[in-house]
């Protein structure tokens, strides 16, 4: 942690009320599966599956990834966030464009547009403002370009998300295939996937005791990644098949998801083995998701693409964010914790405001869910015990950081802490 800019650390309270709002979305979205088990096998474009998808790509996956960015920015890769005293406003800009969302899915059509314009000023208003100083030259060069690119993937993403709910609502008449197609790929495999590697790159060595990786390696993959899926995205909104999409977020997810297991294999020095089994898990489910998202692009039958969807949205991605979840709420929390107490307090360490017992249970109850939820593709009976279990696991995950929060409570308290 000696390399990591503390002093620029924002408030605590900026990327926590994004970061305590992500696992209440996974419990929705296991509520939801429970109420409506119906959904996995209805297909991936009826309304219930749409709605499980942006559960977690939106509120459970969106408020971590934009938390974490706020701290990452100016601690880790030394760029500034202008208008960061907005963080609440944005946070209550996703948060309700979400639900209006939902509501527009469900109930009424005439929402969907509203709540596309909602979410659109909330990620774009995260990340347009940091575009410059990520895109300029200076130090941390290749990760500030990697979480620019991953940026513009999301711009992009936006885009075409805003196009699509307005198509859902009637306000304009645009080929919905091709604008999910394209959506999708740039969203999962430019935004959080080119996100997760840019972030990954400091923070796997860091956090896994992984040996580092290679500058000429990390350049080569972002060049390849967001030049094959910017090209295929626009070939698909040409009328391309759809396979081509799926083999151009599935080149660079399968090098990601080898990279990181070859790392875990050969790291030197081996820690925090919660955090590396949440990594392990959610890196084959990632691979699987994306052989199985090429197999259902090339025609398999649609439980085949609802299975890909799981794998990918549901357990691969979530897996890695939740596994850093734990890891990025202790560190913020410290950090807080070393301006509260005064000088010469030795303060907890991060590993005891989370420690492993409590990560090795969330991460005991998503794998759990997970597994569920494969079986649930299958044999749909089993899709409202997967969603009590989801939500079950997501549960846990809030539970475990909220008693990080009180941990460092009650520490400052009993040793003299600013209120």
Same mark, same amino acid.
């Given at each position: ?225 967001? %030049? =094959? /899926? #910017? ?5 698909? &909104?040409?009328? !391309?098949?759809?396979?081509? $999409?799926? @083999? +151009?977020? *599935? ?110 249970? %969330? =991460? /005991? #109850? ?5 597994? &569920?939820?494969? !079986?649930?593709?299958?044999? $749909?009976? @089993? +899709?409202? *015990? ?34």
């Amino acid at each position: 942690m000696s390399s990591l800019a503390l002093g620029r650390a924002p408030p605590s309270w900026r990327p926590l009320r994004f970061l305590l709002t992500a696992p209440v979305w996974g419990v929705v979205a296991g509520l939801v599966l429970f109420a409506d088990p119906g959904a996995l096998a209805l297909g991936r474009w009826a309304p219930p599956a749409v709605a499980l998808v942006h559960l977690f790509t939106l509120g459970v996956l969106g408020n971590a990834m934009l938390g974490s960015l706020a701290q990452f920015l100016p601690v880790a890769a030394a760029t500034p966030v202008p208008g960061a005293a907005l963080a609440p406003w944005l946070h209550a800009l996703l948060n309700l464009g979400l639900l209006l969302f939902l509501c527009g899915l469900y109930h009424l059509h005439a929402l969907l547009a509203p709540a596309g314009l909602l979410l659109a000023a909330a990620l774009l208003g995260a990340v347009l403002p940091v575009l410059p100083a990520l895109l300029r030259h200076g130090a941390q060069r290749l990760l500030r370009v990697g979480l620019g690119m991953a940026a513009l993937a999301l711009a992009a993403t936006v885009v075409l998300g805003v196009l699509a709910a307005a198509v859902l609502g009637g306000w304009i008449a645009l080929p919905l295939d091709r604008l999910a197609d394209a959506h999708g790929s740039l969203g999962m495999g430019g935004w959080m996937l080119g996100l997760l590697a840019a972030v990954g790159a400091t923070t796997v060595p860091m956090f896994q005791g992984t040996a580092a990786v290679p500058p000429w390696a990390l350049r080569a993959w972002i060049a390849v990644t967001f %030049a =094959l /899926l #910017a090209a295929a995205a626009i070939a698909r &909104l040409c009328d !391309a098949p759809p396979l081509l $999409p799926a @083999l +151009a977020m *599935a080149v660079p997810t399968l090098a990601f998801a080898a990279a990181v297991l070859w790392l875990q294999w050969h790291a030197p020095h081996r820690r925090n083995p919660a955090l590396v089994r949440f990594w392990r898990a959610g890196c084959i489910a990632l691979a699987l998701a994306a052989l199985v998202a090429c197999a259902a692009a090339a025609g398999a039958p649609e439980p085949v693409a609802v299975l890909a969807g799981v794998l990918g949205i549901g357990i691969g991605v979530p897996l890695l964010v939740n596994g850093m979840l734990l890891e990025v709420v202790a560190f913020i929390t410290w950090i807080a914790l070393r301006e509260r107490c005064p000088r010469g307090v030795r303060i907890l360490a991060v590993g005891r405001l989370v420690p492993d017992a409590d990560k090795h249970a %969330a =991460l /005991l #109850a998503h794998l759990a869910a997970s597994a &569920l939820l494969v !079986a649930a593709t299958i044999w $749909p009976v @089993l +899709a409202a *015990a997967a969603g009590l279990a989801l939500a079950a696991a997501y549960a846990v995950t809030a539970l475990c950081l909220l008693r990080c929060l009180r941990r460092a409570h009650d520490f400052a308290r009993d040793h003299g802490g600013a209120r």
